[in-house]
């Protein structure tokens, strides 16, 4: 397997992850705070990608439902708790 390959193999795998961090953090509006503007998205996504990896761990493939309703929870909670700050 080619460098490029895993690299779009990875960029494949982490895509919810990434998308989902980023349209909660525009929906919650954690783009407004100044000084933890980048802070709030780094974590979402950070949280996002632990969770898929886990859930590959755990189940020994990708793309189980299971995985994907950890993924929403994880980060759903994260942008509760990033708002009440």
């Known amino acids: ?18 998308v989902t961090g980023l349209l909660l953090w ?3 509006g954690l783009w407004r705070a100044r000084h933890r503007r980048g802070l709030g998205l780094g974590l ?11 859930g590959l761990a755990y189940f020994g493939r990708d793309g189980k ?3 994907y309703a950890a993924l929403v929870l994880v ?9 009440r700050r």
């Not at 979402?44 to 886990?54: C, E, H, I, S, T």
């Not at 980060?75 to 708002?83: D, H, Y």
């Open 26 to 28: 525009l929906a919650a």
């Open 44 to 54: 979402l996504m950070l949280a996002g990608a632990v969770v898929l990896f886990a």
């Open 1 to 18: 397997m080619t460098v490029i390959a895993v690299a779009l193999h990875l960029a494949g795998f982490l895509a919810p992850a990434l």
């Open 65 to 67: 439902m299971a995985t």
């Open 75 to 83: 980060q759903g909670t994260l942008v509760w708790w990033l708002r």
